[in-house]
Structure formats: C-alpha cells, structure tokens
C-alpha cells in the first residue's frame, strides 16, 4: 500500500487549503484513515480520522469546526477540508491507513495505531 499527500502550501491566516491523499491499494474502504501533522521541534499529533464507509469522524479540538476529513472510496481518496487557518496549523501533514479488525468503529489517535504512512505535505500559514 503506498499513500500519496497533495495539495499543501502556502496560505494566509484566515484562508483555506484542501488536502488529497491517494491509497493505491484495491482494499480502500477497508482502512481507517487518518491525518496527522508535524510542527518543527514537535512530536506527530493527531488532527482527524474517518471510518470505512465516511459515516463516522473524529477531530482533535484544536481543528474542531475548522477542519473536516472525508473520503471517496470510489477514488480511493480521503481529503482534509481546512478553514479559518490559523499560523498554528503550520506543519507537515501526513495521512495513515489502519487495518482494523471487526465493524465498530473505534477513533485511532496514536501513530503506533496506523499501518501506512504518506510522505508528508507541507502547509505553511502566514499571519
């Protein structure tokens, strides 16, 4: 499985940017997806999950009502949709696939949870 991050750049404080990851694998719907990010000097932290089918999602509160994920199965994709960014949101984002076993879904938060791992897309906020 190989995981393909676009869409980072270059924004002012306030604006927007939607991030696209690419799963190559034929078994899409069947991983929990996620995003994180890394700030320089900073540990990976969590930002969003989705479920298999997209019915279910999970934020850490600092993105709550800012940023929404979502996903086409039919692409293969998942997105993260980012409003209202803040100089904060500075970071190397990257997006993870998990294996999971059995239907109910349970939000994965740590990176030791996540099987595959883009490369990472840079998403610079100005003030």
């Known amino acids: 499985v190989q995981l393909q991050a676009s869409g980072g750049g270059l924004v002012q404080a306030g604006g927007s940017l939607r991030l696209s990851c690419v799963h190559s694998g034929r078994t899409f719907s069947s991983y929990v997806m996620g995003w994180f990010r890394q700030a320089p000097g900073r540990e990976r932290e969590f930002v969003a999950t989705i479920s298999w089918s997209g019915g279910s999602t999970y934020y850490t509160d600092s993105v709550k009502g800012r940023f929404t994920i979502s996903r086409d199965n039919a692409k293969n994709t998942v997105y993260l949709q980012m409003d209202s960014l803040k100089p904060e949101d500075t970071a190397v984002y990257y997006c993870?696939?998990?294996?999971?076993?059995?239907?109910?879904?349970?939000?994965?938060?740590?990176?030791?949870?996540?099987?595959?791992w883009g490369q990472g897309t840079l998403v610079t906020v100005s003030s």
């Open positions: 993870a696939a998990a294996i999971t076993v059995g239907s109910l879904f349970k939000p994965f938060t740590e990176p030791r949870e996540y099987d595959y």
